[in-house]
């Protein structure tokens, strides 16, 4: 009987299982029910596999004999084999599963198959030097659900976050591969200073985390508030954000082999206009534009040699993705461990293979318990990342900007038969060059130009060649002792190193065609990137952590106490040497090294050092009464090389303390109340990154020339938090609400501050000063229901941040940027500049708007601005605020559902409340040059009535080159970031085990949709200034999943 | 084992805190953090350095500082595009619009070249008042070797360039800060942002073109290995100047008669020679320029010429009609779409070089000689007048056009040297400074001086207000100070 069944339980299909276990557990039902003669009381050896309802084999459960002390934990297949009796029960746990008590009931094989919890109270959460039980938490942690975070094929560990956390705000800063990641906590409290979260990898705080592999992340807590970021002091005002990497567990060995493959898509692209209409589009300009005679483009519109080139559709082709991880885990009693190796390459969408990105990791864990109070081990991860910098930004040379200004007249290619044509730059240039030239007694007529001098983007993309690469070793050793009877004392030692080398090379190959400028040295040299040149850096940065902690436990009836005491000292040195050449005899690769450019104009060399200290004092008291009340109150002391000596120490004390409601009797009845708990929370956290190594002393260069005045009394910048917030679980946890109320008032901003420039050419000083708020409401909400075959879950997130500048300078009373203004009353970098309120219909209704000045230059089909102060001039003083580029409500949503052996997960994002300044369009569609334009442009004003909003083309300045409300856009949006289903084959070989066990496919869509109103590339990149940014692209994935 | 407990204990703190105080205090690295005492190459920096905002070297501020005005010295928006001879480009458009805001007066105190052409000069003045700091300190001049002649010789030059750079500074915004010495700190900064009145800072210019006349060693060049360096010529020429625009007629007349004894100086038989590369140094007319080079360690070549192959500088229609018919100097200011007195080559190649060897040019004989007209004119002397303005006549139609030929017989005729209507011959001056010196950064001054800004500026349909006498202080100088610094009257 026993081994018919066991012979049943290994032939059904992994798919099934979850709906056996009623059964299973109904058979079981039924032995129970059998003699009791029939049983032994003698202990067998009994084994089993769990696994989560999805079919998933869990590692590292705990399995528990109830009222014995054998215990025993799975393996990472999910085995386990435990002796006890035939009537034992066995109680098995797991963090952020519910907990089951299993009745052996005789049998020898189990199958058990837990189920997620929604109370994930009892989770035991790192909080920065320590761990909390997440119902003792009174700061506002937020733990990510990493099993949905699993389901991101994204190459950086930031990208995981975005969208799961209620005021946790992360945008890719363009879509180029290995671009760079923002996470904004509750909002930007700074001018001078970074407002990026301190990261703690491992125990080591560090600001970067992009050279870790996504897959070696066991969890993220996010530690938001005052009180639960302050034990990291001068550096947390930005919030921490905590990441433990995975260990290896005890049990049998695992191979875990994951593998996707993708392909990624341009879109959201604008509609250009094609040859034809672009022609008749510049012949309006152009007769709009006061000229006299024939005109150019009317007669060109007969020529037989235009081209209809779409640059986008040839700028932008497949890219591909593909990543492999491997990892090996396992360990005894003794020794636990597990290594990591992953690729991940990126080939991004832009033509050519010079937009690529790709990253080796390799990552060992070793835990090894010396003796029953002795653990050492390490954590060490090796990673080289390489990037190729590409203009993503709409920084020079601009390749997806000019993708969009090239007039489409002009070929990809020059025609072979073309004079200037040459095999190893084939690319169209300046505009109908060699006709050009012919026409023009052999060399280029700047002067005659039609068609602008917008670089061809191909040609861009071909000769792009920086390459960034980046090579690091991350990690440390710790020792820990417990001490006291019951182990209630232990003391931590955790040395760390972050070794960082950095080399940046970009070799700029000349090409295009001569213009007859640049320097006599170049002359019949091609316009770009003129002379050839090389330029090379490396940089080299040791951090070197070393923490010593000392955490006490103590539980006296219903008093626990929890006391940490901890010091730590950091210690950085940084160097880089960097070298330039230009002019180069051979451009071949063999020859792109500083030796061979050697032209005495072009030498130039640098290097430099820098270094810096911090050593602080730190410690926390956690009190819980009954597990109805919670206290905390923590203090940190920072001492940095980087204060000024008038201020070299800084206190950051916190104090919270939570109710849990629940708890209290008088709530016991109250059954659809499963969790309620009140907290509060107050400290005060320091921002030290606006300061360099050297900022309070002032700086000379080699000549004696003062280069900056310093300010001995410089300190960090001081953030005070507040924050409430309730946590609520109904129905037995099933549905849970988390709410927090902050403000976050940052003062002594570290405000650079220009003086008066009648001192002379000298950088700013910093000084302390200002003050800048950020107020919002933050609220999570989950559901799941796992009771029927169709199980699901739903975590959503909103948050609102208000943010404001209260105080600024007595010598500073505002700061304006390109486009922006920043002053008191208003949001930081606050969009500033003229509104529009319509065009001039006619001459009458201008003359009589602008009636204070003469204004010939202004014509019927211009732009009408807002007259502000009335006096029928529009200048600089009738300039007001135009939007506010920092976002005011975020949010996201995630839904994870499974049908048998399948499961499908979905992230929803999007941001509200946001303005960007689309300076790609003024270029694009306002500019003065004949630049193609977008189909908008066909709707210009072209008489009276034909148009209020797109004002006359021409290649006079119609209003357009000021700063306006007409780039001033909303850029909210709305994007499905990721749908990914699955399939899992689970168990496929039992126990015979002959290549694998589980088995899961997946198909995954990222960036599917996107609903927004604004009109550049992408309203997520991260720059208020949108210069044309390489855009997201959508991504289709396939991936593999073994475990062995 | 309690006790072995606290070892523990104890030792991990030591440890811990045993390295840190001494690493919080350490020697800054990689970087100069205490004035340096000067050393012989400082000191001739210091000189030379106090010259480059007189260039039009590109970034010689910051780095592409459009919206700052701190690109290129920006005297070519000041004077010749608010004078009217000037407009930003040849095809108008929406670049850089705050320069066109100078072809109609609807720039305000935040525009880019007020703030710009500020920056430039306290920037040339703070590098003067470090250089004079140096200098004046002869007991350290004494130590480091410097001979006193040498020492002099430097002294001159940097006294020279913060009186022309004050200069600068009054003509175009009235009472100004006077900063005559480096500071200690940067809370000194706000101590020194109060304005001077216009006569007061006038007294130190005064001053300084006194102690650089003493200090400068005489010939036509102070120092024949470096021609560019201010010559005694120069002081002089820029003490009558400082005369012309207060004035001071008999001033200007007898501090030109002593130019004119030196001997350095006459008008080139070629009116281009002034402005041709090849010709640098070795012509006479020339007084004070600044030395653009090719190819130099850092940077000195001449900018504007990039700005002119982006399409920048044309001229005005009524610049252009403003020429009498056939005068060569036309040709050398604009033919086609050159600008030939900036290229320094009769061809367009420079045009769109950010890095060309055409000089700029402050002040030359021409210039100087007109102003001795005007002197003469103002004090009677009518006939000495109109010979100086018939000897740049003379010269102008002596000079072969830019195609190589002569103009036709009857080109600039003598002015009538009988006239005795002072307004008449005033009205000739006026017109030939307009063309002698057109595009070189004099008119707008001029127009001022002459009291006849508003009158012509409005005759030309511009929207010429009477504050428009002097330039808004900028915006971000009165923020900056706190509003120590105050606003000129009417913006």
């Known amino acids: 009987m026993k081994k018919l069944f066991k012979t049943i339980v290994r032939c059904i299909p992994i798919h099934v299982k979850p709906a056996m276990l009623f059964i299973c557990c109904a058979i079981g039902c039924l032995f129970l029910q059998l003699p009791a003669t029939a049983q032994v009381k003698a202990n067998t050896t009994i084994s089993g596999k769990v696994s989560t309802m999805l079919g998933e084999a869990l590692a590292g ?107 946790v705000q992360v945008t890719q800063s363009t879509g180029a591969p290995g671009d760079g990641i923002n996470i904004t906590i509750r909002g930007v409290g700074t001018i001078g200073s970074s407002s990026d979260p301190l990261y703690v990898v491992d125990g080591l705080p560090t600001t970067s985390i992009s050279f870790i592999n996504p897959a070696d992340i066991q969890s993220i807590p996010v530690l938001k508030d005052a009180a639960a970021a302050s034990i990291y002091g001068a550096r947390a ?168 200004l090239r007039p489409p007249v002009i070929g990809v290619y020059k025609d072979v038969t073309d004079p200037t044509y040459r095999a190893a730059d084939p690319y169209t240039d300046l505009p109908f060059y060699a006709q050009n030239v012919a026409a023009n007694g052999g060399s280029w007529n700047g002067g005659a130009n039609k068609y602008e001098f917008a670089s061809n983007p191909i040609a861009i993309a071909k000769y792009t060649n920086d390459k960034r690469s980046n090579l690091k ?99 950085n040195y940084s160097s880089g040497i960097s070298a330039s050449r230009a002019r180069f005899g051979n451009t071949d690769s063999g020859f792109q090294y500083i030796d061979f450019g050697a032209f005495p104009q072009d ?35 920072d001492a940095s090389s980087q204060f000024a000596a008038n201020n070299q120490h800084a206190l950051f004390p916190s104090f919270s303390a939570g109710w849990r409601i629940s708890q209290e009797s008088f709530m016991k009845d109250v059954d659809w109340i499963s969790d309620f708990k009140l907290r509060a929370s107050t400290g005060k956290l320091g921002n030290q990154s606006g300061l360099n190594n050297y900022n309070s002393l002032s700086i000379y260069d080699p000549q004696g020339t003062l280069i900056r005045y310093g300010n001995p009394d410089l300190k960090w910048e001081t953030t005070n938090q507040n924050n409430i ?32 420039r009648v001192v002379g050419d000298v950088k700013p000083t910093i000084v302390n000063s200002g003050t800048v708020s950020n107020t919002g409401f933050e609220l999570a909400l989950g559901y799941r229901n796992y009771e029927h075959a169709v199980k699901f879950s739903i975590n959503a997130n909103a948050a609102t941040v208000t943010n404001k500048v209260e105080k600024l300078n007595a010598n500073l009373p505002n700061i304006y940027g390109q486009v922006s203004k920043t002053e008191p009353g208003h949001p930081l970098n606050s969009f500033y500049g003229f509104k529009m309120t319509g065009i001039y219909q006619n001459q009458q209704e201008l003359d009589t708007y602008l009636n204070g000045a003469p204004h010939p230059d202004v014509k019927p089909g211009d732009i009408k601005f807002q007259d502000v102060d009335g006096n029928g001039i529009i200048n600089d003083n009738d300039r007001m605020y135009l939007g506010n580029p920092n976002p005011r409500f975020n949010y996201g949503s995630n839904l994870s ?107 995954s869509a990222q960036n599917l949709f996107t609903v927004t109103n604004y009109t550049g590339l992408d309203p997520e990149a991260y720059n208020m200034f949108d210069q044309g940014t390489y855009p997201q692209s959508k991504a289709f994935l396939f991936g593999i999943n073994i475990k062995l | 084992m309690k006790s072995m407990y606290k070892k523990i204990l104890a030792a991990m703190l030591i440890i811990s805190m045993f390295s840190c105080s001494k690493e919080l205090h350490r020697t800054p690295i990689g970087i100069i953090t205490e004035g340096i005492p000067p050393t012989h190459e400082s000191i001739l920096f210091s000189v030379k350095s106090s010259y480059q905002l007189l260039s039009n070297t590109l970034n010689i501020i910051g780095e592409w500082g459009w919206d700052d005005g701190t690109v290129l010295r920006n005297d070519f928006i000041l004077q010749d595009i608010a004078s009217g001879d000037m407009q930003k480009k040849w095809s108008p458009d929406g670049d850089q619009a705050w320069m066109d805001q100078f072809s109609d007066f609807s720039f305000t105190s935040s525009n880019s070249g007020v703030k710009g052409q500020w920056s430039y000069d306290y920037a040339g003045i703070a590098r003067a008042n470090l250089a004079i700091s140096y200098l004046t300190d002869v007991s350290t001049i004494t130590n480091l070797g410097i001979d006193d002649a040498k020492r002099k010789y430097l002294l ?222 103002e004090t009677g002397s009518y006939p000495a007048a109109i010979a100086i303005i018939n000897q740049i006549r003379a010269r102008a139609r002596n000079t072969v056009t830019v195609a190589g030929t002569l103009p036709p017989a009857g080109t600039l005729p003598d002015r009538n040297v009988a006239s005795v209507s002072k307004d008449e011959i005033q009205g000739w001056l006026m017109q030939e400074r307009r063309v002698e010196l057109g595009f070189e950064s004099q008119r707008f001054n001029d127009l001022k001086r002459w009291g006849v800004a508003k009158t012509f500026l409005t005759g030309l349909g511009k929207n010429f207000q009477d504050k428009n006498y002097l330039y808004p202080v900028p915006q971000g100088e009165i923020d900056r100070s706190g509003g120590t610094i105050t606003q000129n009257t009417g913006y």
């Open chain 1, 61 to 167: 459960v705990t399995v528990h004999v109830k009222n014995t002390s054998s215990t025993t934990t799975t393996d990472a297949t999910g085995n386990f084999t435990i002796n006890a009796a035939a009537d034992a029960v066995l109680e098995i746990s797991y963090i952020g599963y519910v907990n089951q008590e299993v009745p052996v009931a005789g049998k020898t094989s189990l199958i058990i198959v837990l189920e997620v919890s929604a109370n994930t109270l009892n989770d035991v959460v790192v909080v920065g030097y320590s761990s909390q039980r997440k119902a003792a938490i009174t700061g506002a942690v937020a733990s990510v659900n990493m099993r949905d975070l699993d389901k991101r094929r994204v190459p950086d560990v930031a990208q995981l976050l975005q969208g799961q956390v209620a005021g």
């Open chain 1, 237 to 404: 005002a930005g919030g921490v954000i905590v990441i433990v990497t995975k260990s290896g567990k005890k049990g049998k060995s695992t191979i875990d082999i994951n593998y996707f493959n993708g392909v990624q898509k341009v879109a959201n692209l604008p509609t250009m206009l094609n040859a034809s209409q672009y022609m008749n589009k510049m012949e309006e300009s152009w007769n709009n534009s006061g000229n006299t005679g024939v005109n150019p483009y009317t007669t060109d519109k007969g020529r037989t040699d235009l081209a209809n080139t779409d640059w986008l559709h040839e700028l932008f082709v497949l890219g591909r993705s593909q990543n492999l991880q491997v990892s090996a885990s396992g360990g005894s009693d003794k020794v636990q461990y597990l290594m990591s190796a992953g690729y991940y390459g990126q080939n991004g969408i832009v033509i050519y293979d010079n937009d690529q990105f790709k990253r080796f990791s390799f990552r060992t864990n070793v835990n090894a318990n010396l003796t029953d109070r002795v653990t050492v081990g390490t954590n060490l991860q090796i990673s080289n990342s390489i990037q190729d910098k590409i203009s993503s930004s709409g920084d020079a040379p601009g390749v997806i900007r000019h993708a969009f």
């Open chain 1, 473 to 571: 070793t991350f990690g440390n050793v710790y020792a820990e002792i417990a001490l006291l009877k019951n182990k209630e004392l232990k003391l931590r030692s955790n040395l760390g190193v972050d070794l960082d080398m950095n080399h940046n090379k970009a070799f700029n190959k000349n090409y295009g065609d001569d213009d007859g400028g640049g320097s006599s040295l170049d002359a019949g040299t091609g316009r770009q990137n003129r002379p050839t040149n090389l330029n090379e850096e490396r940089g080299q940065q040791t951090t070197i952590t070393f923490t010593n902690t000392a955490n006490y436990t103590k539980k006296i009836d219903q008093h626990s106490f929890n006391v940490l005491l901890g010091t730590e000292y950091i210690t």
């Open chain 1, 603 to 637: 030498l130039w060399n640098g290097g430099a050092a820098s270094e810096w200290a911090l050593f602080s004092l730190f410690g926390s008291v956690n009190y819980n009464f009954d597990n109805r009340f919670f206290a905390t109150a923590s203090l940190r002391q």
């Open chain 1, 725 to 756: 917030g309730i946590d609520l679980g109904l129905f037995k946890n099933k549905f849970s609400i988390s709410a927090d109320y902050f403000k976050k008032t940052t003062s002594d901003l570290l405000l650079p501050l220009g003086l008066p």
């Open chain 1, 897 to 1003: 559902a499974s049908y048998k052996g399948f499961d499908l997960n979905v992230l929803l994002q999007g941001v509200s409340g946001v303005e960007k300044y689309n300076d790609l369009k003024k270029i694009i569609d306002y500019d003065t040059r004949p630049f193609n334009h977008t189909v908008a442009t066909l709707n210009a004003w072209h008489g009276e009535g034909t148009s209020n909003t797109v004002p006359r083309s021409t290649f006079n300045d119609n209003g357009s080159s000021r700063v306006s409300s007409i780039f001033v856009e909303d850029a909210s949006y709305f994007r499905l970031k990721n749908i990914e289903i699955g399939y899992t084959l689970s168990n496929l070989f039992g126990k015979t085990k002959a290549v694998f066990q589980d088995v899961r496919f997946y198909v």
């Open chain 2, 156 to 377: 001159g030059q940097v006294y020279f360039l913060r009186a022309f750079y004050y200069f600068d500074l009054v003509n175009l915004y009235g009472d100004v800060p006077l900063l005559l010495a480096p500071l200690k700190n940067f809370n000194d900064a706000y101590n020194v942002s109060v304005r001077e009145t216009k006569a007061n800072v006038y007294v130190q210019i005064s001053k300084d073109l006194v102690e650089a006349k003493a200090l400068i060693p005489g010939g036509k060049f102070s120092d024949d290995s470096e021609k560019w360096r201010v010559s005694k010529g120069a002081v002089l020429a820029m003490q009558a100047k400082v005369a012309l625009y207060n004035k001071q007629w008999t001033e200007v007349i007898s501090t030109i008669n002593e130019i004119e004894a030196l001997n350095y100086y006459s008008l080139n038989a070629n009116y281009f020679d002034n402005f041709s590369i090849a010709k640098e140094y070795a012509e006479t007319e020339v007084i004070f320029s600044y030395n653009h080079q090719s190819l130099t360690t850092p940077r000195s070549g001449n900018g504007l010429c990039a700005l002119l192959g982006w399409g920048f500088v044309a001229p005005t229609t009524n610049f252009i009609n403003a020429f009498e018919a056939n005068d060569p100097r036309l040709g050398y200011t604009v033919t086609g779409q050159d600008v030939y007195k900036y290229l320094g080559e009769l061809n367009g190649n420079n045009k769109g070089n950010d890095d060309a060897a055409s000089n700029k040019i402050y002040i030359r004989w021409a210039d100087v000689m007109l102003w001795k007209a005007e002197a003469l004119n």
